[in-house]
């Protein structure tokens, strides 16, 4: 008990005292989990877009695919990335096995899926609700996506914070592909799992505290924007009724 009590108050002060270390890899691990939500959301907040609008030959086998990969392991997620970049591989030559960007690029495809699976499910109630409205005013597909991803805006910026979310507390694809390299590539989760396995246990704790308090953080936030929305429409119906 007191080796953990002691271990908890050296992992505080290293908080407190902005360890450099620490700080390090902490802002390694936002830097490359911000990057892989950024690209997720890029393509992953069209494409479901485009599967809550579109009806199409197969469109149910797509829905089975990408429900399917919700559940993708982290650990094979790594590895198909890891043999894509490495010599042998087809995308060998560009020499990023090991780097930060092969963990943004693991990452981005293990988040995806999230990203474009609640985006589908934001927008297809609002495309039924004013789909017809949309389609009657001379908007096209494109166009009528456009409006309702603004008009969602909210509620897909939670989708992103729940996809960085995901993505900043995940361990075994980027241990795969960034080699947990001091300095280089290692990140919280990855320094926490080799810091507990050395017995630094106070790093280990520190890294802990600190993304406990990322992923509380971006609860927090979630829930702010929820309650937000529920303000905003709680008033327009006030108006409405008035």
Do not use: C
Not at 101 to 113: C, E, S
Request: net charge neutral.
């Amino acid at each position: 008990m007191n080796t953990f009590a002691d271990s908890v108050l050296t992992a505080l002060d290293l908080i407190r005292g902005a360890d450099p270390q620490l700080g390090q890899i902490v802002g390694l691990s936002l830097g490359v989990s911000g990057a892989a939500s950024l690209i997720a959301a890029l393509i992953g907040l069209g494409l479901g877009a485009a599967l809550a609008l579109l009806s199409f030959r197969g469109r149910r086998l797509v829905l089975a695919l990408l429900n399917t990969s919700l559940a993708l392991p982290p650990v094979v997620v790594g590895l198909v990335v890891y043999l894509l970049l490495s010599r042998s591989g087809p995308l060998g030559e560009w020499g990023l096995l090991f780097t930060p960007t092969a963990m943004v690029m693991a990452q981005t495809v293990l988040i995806l899926p999230i990203v474009v699976a609640l985006t589908r499910q934001a927008l297809q109630a609002p495309w039924a609700l004013h789909g017809e409205q949309l389609q009657s005013m001379g908007a096209s597909r494109p166009v009528a996506a456009l409006l309702l991803l603004w008009d969602e805006r909210l509620a897909l910026l939670t989708v992103v914070l729940a996809a960085f979310g995901r993505a900043v507390a995940e361990v075994g694809a980027v241990m795969i592909v960034g080699g947990n390299i001091a300095g280089h590539t290692r990140v919280m989760t990855t320094a926490i799992a080799l810091e507990t396995s050395k017995g630094d246990l106070p790093l280990a704790l520190a890294l802990g505290l600190v993304l406990l308090g990322v992923v509380l953080l971006l609860n927090l936030g979630i829930a702010a924007l929820r309650a937000w929305q529920g303000r905003g429409e709680a008033a327009v119906e006030g108006q409405a009724h008035d």
